[in-house]
Nanobody
């Protein structure tokens, strides 16, 4: 059974940092592209970042580029998202998702339950 469990969310002040983690199990983690997706209160899903399994290519949404860094530890089947210079508009539930192909294809078939990030003073 595929399982994705996010952690690391919480309350942070504007300008602060958080590091999210996603523990994966039930599949060969290194073989799959993984993505982070977020959903702000009252809004739709927004893709944040992706990391391919095979060629290790990464990508970011424009508003996150330069502030967020995605990484993965294949030995520990863990995906991370380092978030710096957080702003109130980054407040959202952040989901880890397993992609159906390269991250740029946009397809995702397994999701975690999410971790809430709140950016507020």
């Amino acid at each position: 059974e595929v399982q994705l469990v996010e952690s690391g969310g919480g309350l942070v002040q504007p300008g602060g940092s958080l590091r999210l983690s996603c523990a994966a199990s039930g599949f060969t983690f290194s073989s799959y592209a993984m993505s982070w997706v977020r959903q702000a209160p009252g809004k739709g899903l927004e893709w944040v970042s992706g990391f391919n399994g095979g060629d290790s290519t990464t990508g970011y949404a424009a508003s996150m580029r330069g502030r967020f860094t995605i990484s993965r530890d294949n030995a520990k089947s863990t995906l991370h998202l380092q978030m710096n210079s957080l702003q109130p508009e980054d407040t959202a539930v952040y989901y880890c998702a397993r992609a159906t192909g390269p991250w740029w294809n946009g397809g995702m078939n397994y999701w975690g339950k999410g971790t809430l990030v709140t950016v507020s003073s």
